[in-house]
């Protein structure tokens, strides 16, 4: 690794306060010094690298200027944090970041008060901050105290529906408030939308820059040599939708848009709004994501999340693939079925590479929609283009899906409309923790009328599933499958159609019986050759289907073994429930049948790998055999011998 970088002033600092006794020239140095430990840190553990270097100036200002932890400082999903970790006491940890016992790659409240607000998912920040506000004004408590709130939040995070709701009741209750809209023009993927056309808008004229410094309103506000230029500006840009006008229509005096990384207008502009200020404010920066690392600025995503990299050349050093990912088949089997059917269309939210439709996107661009972050509107425009005659997969990552749960009940499966919901990130997910895990959509799609819920075991089973969702007109249908790469099976050339509500048999055995639902059916395979050399052979099916469930392949396991143990990717009260539920309206405990299910444990689980993640769930393969040779009594057996 290279050496770490010379931060004489950053050595100094081991919380915000310390940024107070600083002059403004040392304030640039230390963003100078905290932009190379943030680019040194990331390049040993991986990490979201380009938001971070995008926010050094401002964090270093809102530091300096504001008074943390009282006043309560709101990263909007967190992805821009590691500098502001630095910053409050975690410095000797960042090289732990998104590792087992490590730090979070986002805010978490049990981590620092510092963090008073954790997210993971984006559009929060607002609300949280006006919340803060609220509980201030009446007489709250809470650690650290109550003070201002700040939310920063990017122009991605803005597009959402829930950022607005949050902006409308912010202005309407007329707390005092700061939100700073981090407009660095590149969200995960390029923002998309009118709200983003707007903001382009405001600072596309390059002769008005200084000019808009303040279009509109909150003139009093600002320092003396902003307001001759604020003057001017309101004659010039008369009738365009600019300065501020929409966030202004909410109630927020609106103040920029300002160079986010020059730190003589940040610090004056913070402090004089942080004096005066009486109502909401809204501050317009704009910044530019990955800013100061050659490698991340010149990156197409402006590394927006990274594995390890070597500093001086930027050269990410990524573990070489055995197989191809989940993602990259799903997106390529939806391009080949989209080529025979042009009712085809794709829908995503504001994640267009991570869910594979960027393959989709480049061949069928008409078809292929990016509907921001907005899952909720996505969901229902899906539903709508399925009553409309076309055939849309609507492919969200499972934890963003929860977003969207109400319109997934209300406007697609009340309606019985055929959306197809490709679900990635199914399961434990590494890295980025409890907030990205796809613990719940089993549980949350199965308990719906009428919806389909497929689990893919391997890479050749989700391309039958793509095909088999192309098919299906008969009402919704989903598939889930994990992030990650497959486990090397041979694709097939062509997706075949599976028989809804039909599993496959993989290993016949006796005693016990292993029903897998999803890609856990590596590992039972893993745990049957174990419990082969005890002299256990058990049977192996892949259920391929929650709902509707195989009946008559689980009644008939259920009636050849003596035990049957489920196993899935998912919380308590999905496949295994519904099988439990089957078996129980059968009557079939009555006679005797040992039924066990693994299923994720009751907790959230931390950040570590993914094989570690599943280890604190007892859900590998040494689990899996321990768990047949306890139902079977084997264990027992063995220690009374000894």
């Given at each position: ?225 902003f307001r001759e230029g604020a003057k001017r500006a309101k004659d010039m840009l008369k009738g365009m939708a600019v300065g ?399």
């Amino acid at each position: 690794m290279s050496a770490k970088p010379h931060t004489p002033l950053l050595d100094q600092v081991h919380l915000p306060e310390d940024l107070k006794r600083f002059s403004d020239s040392e304030l640039t140095q230390l963003a100078h010094e905290l932009r190379s430990e943030t680019i040194s840190a990331v390049s040993e553990t991986g990490g979201h690298l380009g938001a971070g270097l995008g926010v050094v100036e401002l964090t270093v200002a809102l530091h300096a200027v504001f008074d943390m932890p009282r006043d309560k400082l709101v990263w909007d999903v967190g992805h821009q944090c590691y500098p502001h970790k630095i910053l409050t006491g975690r410095r000797d940890r960042i090289r732990t970041l998104r590792t087992e016992g490590g730090l979070s790659g986002f805010t978490k409240r049990s981590e620092s008060v510092f963090d008073p607000f954790g997210a993971a998912h984006s559009s929060t920040s607002i609300s949280a901050a006006l919340g803060f506000a609220v509980a201030r004004d009446l007489g709250g408590q809470c650690d650290g105290g109550l003070g201002d709130a700040i939310a920063v939040i990017g122009d991605g995070s803005i597009t959402a529906g829930m950022a607005y709701e949050a902006m409308n009741n912010a202005g309407h209750l007329g707390k005092r408030m700061f939100v700073i809209l981090n407009d660095n023009d590149m969200s995960i993927a390029p923002p998309v939308g009118a709200m983003s056309e707007y903001l382009s808008r405001l600072y596309a004229g390059e002769p008005f820059q200084e000019l808009k410094s303040a279009a509109k309103g909150a003139v009093s506000l600002l320092p003396e040599p902003f307001r001759e230029g604020a003057k001017r500006a309101k004659d010039m840009l008369k009738g365009m939708a600019v300065g501020g006008t929409l966030f202004e229509q909410l109630g927020f005096s609106y103040v920029g848009p300002i160079d986010g990384h020059d730190m003589s207008q940040l610090l004056p502009l913070l402090r004089t709004l942080h004096q005066r200020a009486t109502g909401p404010v809204l501050l317009h920066v704009i910044t530019k994501k990955g800013k100061g690392y050659a490698p991340a600025e010149s990156a197409r995503d402006k590394g927006h999340a990274t594995a390890k990299f070597d500093v001086v050349t930027g050269k990410q050093h990524k573990a070489p693939s055995n197989a191809p990912s989940y993602t990259s088949v799903f997106g390529q089997a939806l391009v080949e079925a989209a080529a025979e059917d042009s009712r085809i269309c794709a829908v995503t939210a504001a994640m267009p590479d991570g869910t594979g439709l960027n393959l989709f996107a480049e061949r069928f661009p008409s078809r292929c929609f990016d509907v921001a972050i907005a899952e909720q509107h996505g969901v229902t425009f899906s539903a709508a283009l399925a009553a409309g005659g076309m055939k849309p997969f609507c492919a969200i990552y499972s934890t963003f899906l929860q977003r969207g749960y109400d319109q997934v009940v209300h406007d697609v499966a009340i309606q019985r409309l055929p959306v197809r919901f490709a679900i990635d990130r199914a399961g434990l997910v590494g890295a980025d923790g409890a907030t990205h895990a796809g613990s719940f959509d089993i549980a949350f799609m199965a308990n719906l009328p009428g919806m389909v819920v497929m689990a893919a075991a391997d890479e050749a089973e989700l391309k039958h599933m793509v095909a088999t969702a192309a098919a299906y007109d008969d009402g919704p249908i989903a598939f889930r499958y994990p992030r990650g790469e497959g486990v090397g099976v041979e694709l097939p050339e062509k997706g075949e159609l599976l028989e809804i509500g039909k599993g496959r048999m993989v290993q016949d055995g006796s005693r016990v019986a292993l029903l897998s639902f999803g890609t856990r059916l590596d590992e039972v395979r893993k745990a049957a050759e174990a419990l082969a050399a005890k002299g256990i052979t058990p049977t192996i099916a892949d259920a391929r289907f929650a709902k509707p469930l195989d009946m008559e392949m689980i009644l008939d396991l259920a009636a050849n073994h003596e035990a049957l143990i489920t196993i899935e990717e998912g919380a308590v009260g999905g496949f295994g429930s519904h099988v439990a539920q089957l078996l129980a309206e059968e009557g079939v405990f009555d006679s005797g049948l040992k039924y066990r299910s693994m299923v994720l444990p009751d907790t959230f689980i931390d950040q570590a790998s993914p094989k570690t993640m599943y280890d604190v769930a007892a859900m590998n393969a040494e689990h899996i055999e321990a768990k047949v040779l306890d139902v079977l009594g084997v264990a027992s057996l063995d220690s009374k011998r000894a």
